[in-house]
């Protein structure tokens, strides 16, 4: 196995890990619905969530833990396609982890631990940061074109460059430059 693909995974273990274990110390020593408050404006809130954001498709249990499968497999491809690339890696276990994160809730107790309450916006738990700051990153590096955006290992910068140059513009591999013969 290459290096790139195994730091990822570790990565993506590490995160998961910390991920279930806060949610298990919260099942464990916070009773439904009791609040332990922390700041005027943060508490901590242990709710078991059956839907999706926000609580929506409650009840539809069968069908979130379908999709949400599928999701976490093309994640997972995803990630492993983009591994060699530093500047995806983290957005991508922290999507991976987080999806992954929640997913294993819904098969094992049937909704998502949520236990992190700010007084203007809904309960959530660490999965769904790590979503939340997986997508803030994957966009910036989208936007800002600092990156390979080859998700399929396409070599094509978010500028339009080839990436896969020398210093002389020839192609390592071939020796070409832009598109002509090999030297």
Avoid at 76 to 103: E, Q
Avoid at 119 to 140: E, H, K, M, R, T
């Amino acid at each position: 196995m290459r290096r790139a693909p195994l730091r990822l995974l570790l990565l993506i273990l590490f995160l998961l890990a910390l991920d279930q274990l806060s949610k298990y110390l919260v099942r464990a020593r916070l009773d439904p619905h009791n609040l332990i408050s922390i700041l005027p404006f943060f508490r901590l809130e242990h709710v078991q969530n059956s839907g999706i954001a926000f609580g929506m498709m409650d009840g539809h249990s069968a069908l979130i833990l379908a999709v949400g499968s599928v999701i976490v497999l093309l994640l997972v491809g995803a990630a492993l396609a983009t591994s060699d690339n530093p500047s995806l890696a983290w957005p991508m276990a922290l999507l991976v982890a987080g999806s992954a994160g929640n997913l294993i809730d819904r098969a094992v107790n049937g909704s998502v631990t949520d236990f992190l309450h700010f007084q203007f916006w809904p309960a959530f738990n660490l999965a769904d940061s790590y979503i939340v700051i997986g997508v803030v990153l994957l966009a910036y590096r989208l936007l800002t074109g600092t990156h390979d955006i080859g998700v399929l290992g396409s070599g094509v910068s978010g500028r339009g460059e080839q990436e896969d140059k020398d210093a002389d513009g020839r192609d390592p591999g071939t020796g070409a430059r832009d598109g002509g013969a090999p030297v």
